[in-house]
């Protein structure tokens, strides 16, 4: 029930990037293949080809992406808790069980990344299965001899590090395996598969590594700081993850599971991660923590002596963890504007998105140069210049942002300020001289302390005005209205408002 309620009260939320991904899986099912802009030279502004790939036949059906990646998201954390019960409840008791799962499901930003739209608990789902796969196989229990190489292929196929992520766990499985041929001919099979699918995405997108990863990689002082606040945020569950080197019997398996928090974390120290709103990165390995916080739960209430004793001492090692990471959720710094972060972006971006693919111009005209590249890219269809350089290739290899949006001179430049006056710069690029001669023809407001300036070519200023302005004034109203403030209060009075009673 918990979860449930979760899920629901998050429901609304969904990450402007999530929109990206929607934008390649479109053009996909278009018949243009994974591109940002159908006709150019492709571009992989995107780090989760599988996400995009899955929602590819749901776009081709014309069904709401959005939507479609809830709904898989959901399946995938309800997976992810039922794997952590039945697990620690059949090796390791009920209190491991219990410590597990309500580690897992009073973490308040799971729900959040439930909703986001992107592959976050996906892929944690994945590294916990290739987690288990590991233990069941240095523990002596039955594995399907396919399943951990198609995890070791999938984890990488559906984020780049995922081949890190999935590796202790895989080379545990090969090792207790390795008299067996048919796991050296899976494995083969995987390494074929896994090499053509890399391949293929080099010479497709002319990298070896998503554009992505050329704008954010190599800030180590990020990388740190990120290592810092996720040490402290998992604390309790990272001292007994390690406890269970003390104990022989779980020696092993610590290994393993040491072994899974440490490469899995380790591509996000090297790139100090950006857009890692509620801790999103240090999300994947959580659900392996949850899962050594309960086993580690579960030995000590096993551990032998005075029965009481033990289960006093597993049950309030589980209860401090698990009230850790409680507490620790409910503190992000970024959740209150995360909270309300679905109304905010449906009234600026999304409507600005949805009035441009409705401007009556001609279709070559319809050029737009933005940073916020994913709703309002997704809901116009129009071809886009990044000028964060995250979708645009020149820009992410040193191009100058300015001169790459001044030559392809978009007849709309959509630019983000911190306050209700325009900018002159933006992300590196000098907003004065790329929208010289353009008519600004809005001031759309996302949040308190955030806005979106509209600027278009004079010739069709007026058209795009007439598109523009009555979905964004009919968003503004309908998205609370007139309330604007980061506040955890506006979140809950607008969960009270949907409250069937």
Not at 10 to 17: E, H, P
Request: aromatic content about 14%.
């Amino acid at each position: 029930m918990v979860f449930l309620v979760g899920v629901w009260s998050a429901w609304f939320f969904t990450i402007d990037d999530a929109y990206i991904t929607f934008r390649y899986s479109a053009n996909f099912a278009a018949g243009h293949g994974p591109v940002w802009n159908p006709g150019e030279n492709p571009v992989e502004g995107f780090t989760n080809f599988l996400w995009m790939l899955w929602h590819t036949p749901f776009a081709w059906l014309g069904l709401n992406l959005p939507a479609v990646a809830k709904v898989t998201s959901f399946a995938a954390g309800a997976a992810i808790l039922v794997m952590l019960v039945r697990y620690c409840r059949t090796n390791h008791g009920l209190v491991a069980a219990v410590v597990a799962g309500s580690a897992f499901v009073l973490y308040l930003p799971t729900y959040f990344h439930i909703t986001s739209g992107l592959e976050t608990v996906a892929f944690a789902a994945l590294v916990l299965r290739a987690v288990i796969v590991g233990l069941n196989a240095i523990e002596g229990r039955r594995v399907r001899i396919w399943e951990a190489p198609l995890l070791l292929v999938l984890a990488g196929m559906l984020r780049p590090d995922g081949v890190l992520a999935a590796l202790p766990a895989f080379l545990v499985w090969l090792w207790t395996a390795r008299r067996d041929r048919r796991a050296w001919l899976f494995t083969a099979i995987a390494a074929v598969v896994g090499a053509g699918y890399f391949a293929w995405r080099w010479s497709y997108y002319g990298y070896p590594f998503p554009n992505t990863y050329y704008v954010k990689f190599g800030n180590i002082t990020a990388g740190t700081a990120w290592l810092d606040t996720t040490v402290w945020l998992y604390a309790p569950l990272l001292v007994l993850t390690a406890a269970l080197l003390l104990w022989r019997n779980t020696r092993k398996a610590a290994l393993v599971l040491c072994a899974t928090v440490v490469t899995t974390s380790l591509t996000y120290v090297v790139s100090g991660p950006t857009m890692d709103y509620l801790h999103r990165f240090a999300f994947h390995t959580f659900p392996v923590l949850c899962l050594s916080t309960g086993i580690a739960a579960g030995v000590i209430v096993r551990s032998g002596g005075k029965a009481w004793l033990s289960i006093t001492a597993g049950t309030v090692a589980g209860l401090l963890a698990t009230g850790w990471v409680a507490v620790a959720g409910l503190q992000a710094p970024d959740l209150p504007v995360i909270a309300n972060y679905g109304p905010d972006l449906a009234r600026a971006h999304v409507a600005i998105g949805q009035g441009l693919a409705k401007a009556d111009i001609p279709a070559d005209a319809k050029v737009i140069a933005l940073h916020d590249a994913g709703a309002m890219s997704y809901y116009s269809g129009w071809r886009t210049v990044d000028f964060i350089g995250l979708n645009d290739e020149p820009i992410a290899h040193g191009a100058d942002p300015t001169t790459v949006v001044a030559s392809a001179h978009p007849t709309v430049i959509v630019v983000r300020s911190y306050g209700p006056g325009p900018v002159a710069t933006a992300y590196h690029t000098n907003i004065r001289e790329a929208a010289r001669g353009y008519v600004h023809i809005a001031r759309v407001q996302m949040r308190n302390g955030y806005y979106l300036h509209i600027y278009v070519v004079p010739q069709y200023a007026d058209q795009v005005r007439a598109a523009v302005m009555p979905v964004v004034d009919q968003a503004q109203h309908t998205y609370d209205p007139g309330s604007y403030g980061d506040t955890i209060h506006r979140w809950l009075t607008r969960l009270r408002h949907d409250l069937p009673w």
